[in-house]
């Protein structure tokens, strides 16, 4: 089991290189794993990507990829041929399986249900499921295809748990420190909750990189799994 640092993983949401140098400077060694996203990949990001690599931090790749077969496998290929640690991918079956085909080793997460959804956003988007339904029909679908993992809210961790059993990771974005602001986020708990429910990992953005010390933001939340991980 890797310790309370390695749990927290930091969604660098800003819109450039330059910016997102400052804040993994300024975090310092409170943090050893980084998200990169759809922003600061546009903005240059997956060249800060291997400089992370390079200096001992951990990548999670978050590009979200779904498109034909032969696209998905090439695009996971691509990325793979990086040596980054994760990669997203929509838990759609054909894109979970052929991102399985060009990942080798990369650690794919198959993305169930946004955290900013809620049964009313499935309705609206011609879902006939509610939320609980689909994360847990896209989880049993990811395992299937052979995922490393999943990015869930933490609302759903302990039922999927439950069904997936101990060996895929489970990673939940949509976590906040009590009293910080949800945001667009609709599916959220606390950083010790999250970890209780059986999170490998938490991803937390704003709650940091927006925050007037965001080294003293991520220490506060280090120290909130450390005790949650004392205490279990
Ligand atoms: O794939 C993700 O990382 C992701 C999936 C999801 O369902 N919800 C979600 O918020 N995310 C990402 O997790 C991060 C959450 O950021 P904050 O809401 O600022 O903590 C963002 O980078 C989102 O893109």
């Given at each position: 089991m890797t310790d309370a640092r390695d749990r927290l993983i930091v969604a660098l949401d800003v819109e450039t290189v330059v910016?997102?140098?400052?804040?993994?400077a300024t975090l310092g060694d409170a943090v050893s794993f980084y998200k990169i996203g759809m922003e600061l990949a546009?903005?240059?990001g997956l060249t800060l990507a291997q400089e992370l690599k390079d200096s001992g931090k951990r990548v999670f790749i978050d590009l979200k990829?779904?498109?034909?077969?032969?696209?998905?496998?090439r695009a996971t290929r691509q990325i793979a041929r990086m040596g980054m640690d994760f990669l997203t991918v929509h838990a759609y079956p054909q894109t979970m399986a052929a991102a399985r085909a060009g990942a080798g080793d990369l650690k794919l997460l198959a993305v169930t249900v946004m955290t900013s959804y809620d049964d009313a956003d499935l309705e609206e988007a011609g879902y006939a499921y509610g939320v609980a339904d689909l994360v847990a029909r896209r989880a049993r679908q990811a395992?299937?295809?052979g995922l490393d993992g999943l990015i869930l809210s933490p609302l759903e961790l302990s039922t999927i748990r439950a069904a997936v059993g101990p060996d895929m990771l489970l990673v939940t974005p949509g976590v906040r420190p009590a009293g910080a602001d949800a945001g667009d986020q609709k599916r959220v708990m606390t950083p010790a909750q999250a970890i209780a429910a059986s999170a490998n990992h938490i991803v937390v953005g704003r709650p940091i990189t927006r925050a007037v010390d965001p080294r003293g933001a991520a220490q506060a939340i280090v120290g909130e799994i450390a005790r949650e991980i004392a205490g279990a």
């Open positions: 910016a997102a140098r400052a804040l993994v546009y903005g240059g990829l779904h498109d034909i077969g032969a696209t998905v496998e395992k299937a295809a």
